[in-house]
């Protein structure tokens, strides 16, 4: 149809946009079952640095998503792949619970510093060390830097206050791999549709719908530059737009 963009997928982002913690977003199931239903690929993108593909994948499937391994993109694979093409050995400053996303990965002497959403790891020693590094000439690594993340119990610190705090201390300016950058969504596809983080998608050439769930706040939609396609009040929405008028 005339002044319809051919949509070759949609990238939905998880946290905040399907799910808060072990909570799904109200309809978000039935919503994304609409959505496989239509002739686009489906593919999902998380900067989430809290636990591994495999412990996030439980999780969705335990909140009965329809969601396979392989459709999903995380920051963590995108800070691997750095890692293995540029050789590093990575003092690893991420939860635990994801460490297994960087199985064989060579850690011993650390020549890099990787840096995600580590609460257990953020004290002064261990910053301390990292700062120590970069001074030394280490890159610094960031997962990515959000500034806060949506929990149960409210909004809580991201990566980004930490990584911010280690490029200053340091004088120098931090890789980041994970969203928003253009490069981690390049990685994943060229043209689409992204629901929720929409300012590096659109700037890799994508319509972007943000979502009024998660770590949303009133007026965010005026701080993106281009601003969004279109805001949604959640996920379903946003499904029934693209649905009615991309497809």
Request: charged share 25%; aromatic share 8%; proline share 5%.
């Amino acid at each position: 149809m005339a002044g319809r963009r051919l949509l070759k997928a949609v990238l939905i982002d998880l946290s905040g946009t399907l799910h808060i913690e072990d909570t799904a977003v109200p309809g978000a199931q039935e919503a994304l079952t609409r959505l496989r239903q239509a002739s686009v690929a489906v593919k999902f993108v998380t900067n989430t640095t809290k636990e591994s593909k495999r412990n996030l994948l439980e999780r969705l499937q335990r909140l009965s998503f329809d969601v396979q391994e392989n459709e999903i993109f995380t920051s963590l694979t995108a800070a691997r792949s750095l890692l293995e093409q540029k050789q590093h050995r990575p003092l690893l400053l991420v939860d635990d619970s994801a460490l297994e996303d960087f199985t064989g990965i060579d850690t011993s002497e650390p020549n890099a510093v990787v840096i995600g959403l580590a609460p257990e790891h953020f004290n002064y020693q261990t910053m301390n060390k990292a700062f120590r590094m970069i001074l030394d000439g280490a890159p610094l690594i960031a997962i990515h830097k959000a500034r806060y993340y949506k929990r149960k119990d409210g909004l809580a610190l991201g990566p980004g206050p930490f990584v911010t705090g280690l490029e200053y201390a340091t004088d120098c300016k931090a890789t980041v791999v994970g969203k928003p950058e253009e490069t981690f969504f390049t990685q994943v596809f060229t043209f689409g549709c992204c629901i929720y983080d929409v300012g590096g998608a659109q700037n890799a050439g994508m319509l972007g719908i943000l979502v009024k769930t998660g770590k949303y706040r009133e007026g965010d939609e005026n701080k993106i530059s281009p601003p969004p396609h279109l805001t949604c009040n959640s996920f379903p929405d946003a499904v029934e737009h693209i649905l009615q008028n991309l497809l």
